[in-house]
């Protein structure tokens, strides 16, 4: 059996004559595919900008649009030279099901992590309590939260951890409500020891004028008259105005002789005499 050169010649040249458009096509393909998947990419980024999205997220989500865009372009390139894609996103897709199913924990704190981002129950700067700790907001990343405790540690808290929780945040609003308690004695004058509270926080220019401080008797206790201020102050001045109001208050009624009793409790002791044995 004769080979003909000619016709192989002829077989060879259309067949790279074919292939040579096929590739030219698909890498027209890629190359317009990633001009459009960045031009898609850099419009969805203005909209959640646009939307005051929060800024990791934004860069997070406009990554992943972009390789999910340059994956089906990749694709499609590949299905112009005659490669047959289906068997390739089935292979993608087992993969993509383990690496899911191994990185489950990771995918909870990443779905939490971005539920934070849009809804905002806290931001950076914030003091928090949540998922058993507090702290203030260092950052906020997509799968963990970072806090500082005020004695300086940081914590890193699992975003799936807090959404899972109650979170308290007492950094929400401008002002907030400081609770005393201060207890006197059953003799001495319940309107004397409230009218020292009242000139301390009236005194005070972090206590609000409006509301203006509650003071009243909450509580005959066990050993103690249970008196209860309740000024409000800025969220800033919180710490300060109760550590410096409870001093002094305590040195007012030091002064004035008014006691600030403790638990107490009498102990009786009986003695029996042991009766004598009968015989």
């Known amino acids: 059996m004769e080979i003909d ?27 317009i595919g990633r001009w459009i998947a960045n031009l898609v990419t850099k419009a969805i980024r203005r ?3 646009r939307a005051d999205v929060e800024p990791t997220l934004v860069k997070f989500l406009s990554n992943i649009i972009r390789t999910l865009l340059l994956l089906f372009v990749i694709l499609a390139a590949i299905s112009q030279l005659g490669v047959q894609t289906t ?3 089935a292979v993608l897709g087992a993969a993509g099901l383990a690496v899911g199913l191994a990185l ?28 058993g700790t507090a702290g203030t907001v260092d950052e906020v990343q997509i799968f963990t939260t970072v806090l500082k405790t005020p004695d300086n540690k940081k914590i890193i808290v699992p975003n799936s951890q807090i959404t899972g929780d109650t979170i308290t945040n007492y950094s929400a609003h401008d002002t907030r409500r400081v609770d005393f308690t201060f207890g006197i ?23 609000l004028k409006d509301p203006a401080p509650q003071i009243v008797v909450s509580e005959l206790a066990d050993s103690s008259v249970n008196i209860v201020a309740r000024p409000w102050a800025a969220a800033a001045d919180y710490w300060g105005l109760k550590f410096d109001v409870t001093e002094t208050v305590k040195k007012r009624f030091d002064a004035a002789g008014i006691s600030i009793p403790f638990p107490q409790r009498d102990v009786h002791i009986y003695h029996e005499t042991p009766q004598p044995e009968q015989g």
Do not use: C, H, W
């Open 5 to 31: 050169l000619e016709q192989l010649a002829t077989k060879a040249q259309t067949l790279a004559t074919e292939f040579g458009v096929d590739l030219i096509a698909a890498i027209a393909i890629f190359i």
């Open 47 to 49: 909209l959640m900008e």
């Open 87 to 89: 068997s390739l996103i």
């Open 104 to 131: 489950q924990g990771s995918l909870s704190n990443f779905a939490a992590g971005v539920l934070i981002i849009i809804f905002r129950p806290y931001k950076v700067g914030d003091y928090i309590e949540a998922a």
């Open 185 to 207: 004695g059953y003799g001495d004058d319940i309107d004397k020891a409230k009218k020292i509270i009242e000139e301390v926080l009236t005194s005070d220019e972090r206590v």
